[in-house]
């Protein structure tokens, strides 16, 4: 056999492993991709949807893994039981007032339940930081959160609890009795019963504390 036949030989069996490599490698990536996505998927919940709906699948994804990365090695600690009492006494008279003074109560909602993160030993000095401590601990409470929050926003911006429905102003007030109970780390918290229960604000002692 001509020498320049073994040379072409030679050549399409390099090129022939050349592509079987190249498609292994194809293979691998997309599967990772896809092990990336449905991990994210399982971490994120409704947040992955969100987020992904908003930036697009990659840069997305990219948003949620630095989520990750942020918070990964925050070292959070459990509250003392005297602590927790201390702020659900907080937290009741907060429930209390919204019944005169929605507006406010509200606002305090909002310095609470940020004062419990941060106790807690998460970051949460800016919106942004909460938003991405919600995303990670409660993810199905991430999007209440962003209502919620602009509800408080819409009334501490200078507008008055009227120009906020009341029943928007009810509901952001259980998204933030949700998250508080979310992480002053209650045992008998149900947190989906909490935000999708009929919105009804009762005193302390009137049955929901």
Do not use: N
Request: net charge neutral; charged share 35%; glycine share 10%.
């Amino acid at each position: 056999m001509e020498w320049w036949i073994w040379l072409v030989i030679g050549g399409a069996v390099v090129v022939a492993a050349a592509l079987v490599l190249l498609s292994f490698r194809w293979r691998a990536r997309r599967r990772g991709r896809a092990e990336r996505t449905l991990r994210l998927r399982e971490r994120f919940g409704p947040e992955y949807d969100a987020v992904v709906s908003d930036r697009g699948r990659r840069k997305g994804e990219r948003v949620l893994e630095e989520r990750l990365e942020r918070l990964d090695g925050v070292d959070v600690t459990r509250l003392p039981p005297r602590e927790r009492e201390e702020l659900t006494g907080h937290w009741h008279a907060v429930q209390y007032r919204f019944v005169d003074a929605p507006g406010a109560a509200l606002r305090e909602a909002d310095v609470l339940v940020t004062e419990v993160v941060r106790r807690r030993g998460y970051p949460a000095d800016s919106y942004d930081e909460r938003v991405d401590v919600v995303a990670m601990a409660c993810p199905d409470l991430a999007g209440p959160y962003r209502e919620a929050h602009d509800r408080f926003v819409a009334v501490e911006g200078g507008g008055r609890p009227g120009d906020v429905a009341t029943e928007d102003l009810r509901r952001a007030l259980l998204t933030y009795r949700a998250l508080f109970e979310v992480f002053l780390d209650r045992p008998d918290s149900d947190v989906s019963a909490r935000v999708d229960e009929p919105a009804r604000i009762a005193p302390p002692g009137g049955g929901d504390g």
